[in-house]
């Protein structure tokens, strides 16, 4: 629903480029696998309990077939976005700070765990000039 309509509105009238914020958890990864942005995504399947990675993998698919009729858009793929630089609040009820609350209560950590993350803040900036500079430049 909602990349389609988002698509209709972008080509009604003057031509709007669309910015579409994705997630890098479409590529599914068993064994640890370093995968490429510019990688075929259609090759990474989902399955139904895959909600959130599964939805933004449709609508990449969806954005990458108007390619066909033109439509220009930039496809944006997050990792873990954490509350802002200043203050840290995000949401309590997110895997992410109970696995930091669990950690300070138990006093370890595992060197094991890999967590790509980024402040908000800090991506909301980085994602808007990243979009301004492509305007500037066309």
Same mark, same amino acid.
């Given at each position: 629903?909602?990349? $389609?309509?988002?698509? %209709?509105?972008?080509?009604? /009238?003057?031509?709007?480029?669309?910015?579409?914020? +994705?997630?890098? +958890?479409?590529? /599914?990864?068993?064994?640890?696998?370093?995968?490429?942005?510019?990688?075929?995504?259609?090759?990474?399947?989902?399955? &139904?309990?895959?909600?959130?990675?599964?939805?933004?993998?449709?609508?990449?698919?969806?954005?990458?077939?108007?390619?066909?009729?033109? @439509? !220009?858009?930039?496809?944006?793929? @997050?990792?873990?976005?954490?509350?802002? %630089?200043?203050?840290?609040?995000? !949401?309590? %009820?997110?895997?992410? !700070?109970?696995?930091?609350?669990?950690?300070?209560?138990?006093?370890?950590? +595992?060197?094991?765990? $890999?967590?790509?993350?980024? !402040? &908000?803040?800090?991506?909301?900036?980085?994602?808007?000039?990243?979009?301004?500079?492509?305007?500037?430049?066309?």
């Amino acid at each position: 629903g909602s990349i $389609k309509e988002l698509i %209709n509105f972008a080509t009604k /009238k003057k031509l709007k480029k669309i910015c579409y914020i +994705s997630t890098a +958890s479409i590529f /599914k990864s068993k064994n640890n696998k370093t995968y490429n942005e510019n990688e075929d995504i259609t090759k990474h399947s989902h399955t &139904v309990n895959e909600g959130y990675s599964g939805s933004k993998w449709i609508a990449e698919n969806i954005l990458l077939d108007s390619l066909k009729h033109d @439509l !220009p858009f930039n496809i944006i793929r @997050l990792g873990l976005i954490t509350g802002d %630089n200043k203050t840290g609040i995000m !949401p309590e %009820n997110q895997w992410f !700070p109970k696995l930091i609350e669990t950690c300070i209560n138990l006093k370890t950590y +595992s060197n094991e765990l $890999k967590v790509t993350i980024a !402040p &908000v803040d800090f991506t909301v900036l980085t994602i808007f000039s990243a979009d301004l500079s492509t305007r500037l430049k066309s």
